[in-house]
């Protein structure tokens, strides 16, 4: 079923719930990794990676592969939106500024959230620092878990809420390693703020 590229509210949008790490999610990443090669290859400047809560080899999320595409600029990918919509992808405006925003197959059924955003850009930096931090910090992935968790009890069915409350964590300042507070500590601190980028598991 091809679901036609256009807005969405959060209304009708899936619950917000938290899975152990599924060994899979390497497996379906890589898999939807080769599609989108071929289907919008075109339009592709930099390599297509697994971001996110997912791609941390133990770390338990929200089962949703989150993959991050490098194009030129979004003006330039703009043609990849109509290839996308014929592979189940819904456009998702979130940050339009700097990002084209996907869930697949639907708002209410996600298997999949496709971001392209600009190689090398500051979203592209930030996503992967923070990645590769949780990989090679299991204390603190582990504590980013239990936060998690909480969250989602909390804002079960508000996932921009659940999003916006563990924003702060992934700020610049905490992806770069440096002085990374533990995120249960830092939560303590957050009081609702905002966060910057978002919208991973």
Not at 108 to 125: D, T
Not at 128 to 142: C, G, K, Q, T
Not at 164 to 174: E, F, H, Q, T
Request: glycine fraction near 6%.
């Amino acid at each position: 079923m091809c679901h036609r590229v256009r807005n969405v509210n959060k209304t009708g949008e899936a619950e917000v719930h938290i899975d152990p790490y599924d060994n899979s999610w390497p497996q379906s990443f890589e898999r939807e990794r080769s599609v989108l090669a071929q289907a919008i290859g075109d339009y592709i400047v930099g390599t297509i990676e697994h971001v996110g809560s997912t791609a941390v080899p133990g770390l338990a999320a929200k089962p949703v592969i989150d993959i991050m595409v490098g194009v030129e600029s979004l003006a330039a990918s703009q043609p990849a939106l109509r290839i996308l919509e014929s592979l189940e992808y819904f456009y998702f405006p979130y940050r339009a500024d700097v990002m084209h925003r996907f869930c697949k197959p639907s708002p209410r059924l996600r298997s999949h959230h496709l971001h392209l955003v600009a190689f090398k850009g500051r979203v592209w930096i930030e996503r992967i620092a923070f990645r590769d931090y949780l990989r090679n910090h299991s204390d603190v992935a582990a504590d980013y878990v239990i936060l998690k968790q909480q969250l989602a009890a909390r804002f079960r069915f508000d996932r921009e809420a659940y999003t916006i409350a563990k924003g702060p964590l992934c700020s610049p300042g905490r992806r770069t390693g440096i002085g990374t507070p533990r995120p249960v500590r830092a939560h303590r601190r957050l009081n609702g703020r905002a966060g910057e980028h978002g919208a991973l598991n």
